[in-house]
């Protein structure tokens, strides 16, 4: 198999490189939402392992487009009719892949006694009372605090936080161990130093540039905490990551980040009024 270490790689400065570049990109995109792009030729595991230095990317362009949902529902329904409505919006651009993950990782946690056990329950396609309110939690929070941004904000604060949440993804690809030998595992076997770099430097621009230093840096740190605690609790669950664990990651960073934000802008106007 291919690896990312190959000294046959285009240099930065050659067509070959730049063409590489959009492709990843493209597989990131075809990897973590339904958007309907192609790629030439076959996505090789390599491919997947160095499309995830472009997660931040994709993550800016979910909330991109979240945030003009909310905007646009703004205009004709109440705050949170508007909130749910987006949050839905956002969903059919993902394929609620994250959020499915989610689910199965609450059903697996929750509901197994041994690893074999928890690991079997996430590959198991039907969902249960933990996944159910799993899922039914992270809408409401998800709702509730879109419904809350400042309008102003709201733009640079959607594309900061969903850059950030999958940012983390990418760090547990490079360093967390894999509960299966298959499946994830494989298809991101040639991660590098190359990958977390690159997208904590998409991450660091996407949060600082939509709502500047402070409030960018707190994003950031809110979402990597939350993606350390899911990847720790996970080790201490199952003794590493699956696809599963990663898109759970994703729900709780961003919810984090989210919730931060709006207590962050509460305290800063003295609290919100009942």
Known sequence: MNTLEETSQPTPRSPKFAFRQWRLVRVA???????????SGDIAPADIAAASR???????????????????ALQFFPPLLAATLAALGAAVLT??????ALGDVADAFGGGFTVARKLEIMKDSRLGTYG????VGAFLVRIQTLALLPTGLLLGALVAV??????G?????????????????????????????????????????????ELGLLVLAAAALASWGVAAYARAQVGG?????????????????LLVLIA???????GFAL
Do not use: C, N
């Open 29 to 39: 995109f075809i990897f973590l939402t339904r958007v309907p792009v192609k790629v």
């Open 54 to 72: 472009y997660y931040p990317l994709v993550g800016a362009g979910v909330g991109l487009v979240l945030a003009y949902l909310l905007l646009l």
């Open 95 to 100: 394929g609620a892949f994250h959020e499915d």
């Open 132 to 135: 159910v309110l799993a899922l």
């Open 162 to 167: 969903h850059a950030a949440s999958r940012l």
């Open 169 to 213: 993804i990418v760090f547990m690809l490079w360093r967390s161990p894999r509960a299966r030998t298959e499946g994830l595992g494989a298809d991101t076997a040639g991660l590098s130093w190359r990958e977390p770099l690159i997208a904590t430097l998409l991450a660091l621009g996407a949060a600082f540039f939509g709502v500047g230093w």
């Open 241 to 257: 990551v699956t696809g599963d664990v990663l898109g759970a990651a994703q729900q709780v960073a961003e919810l984090v980040a």
């Open 264 to 270: 962050y802008w509460g305290l800063d106007g003295a």
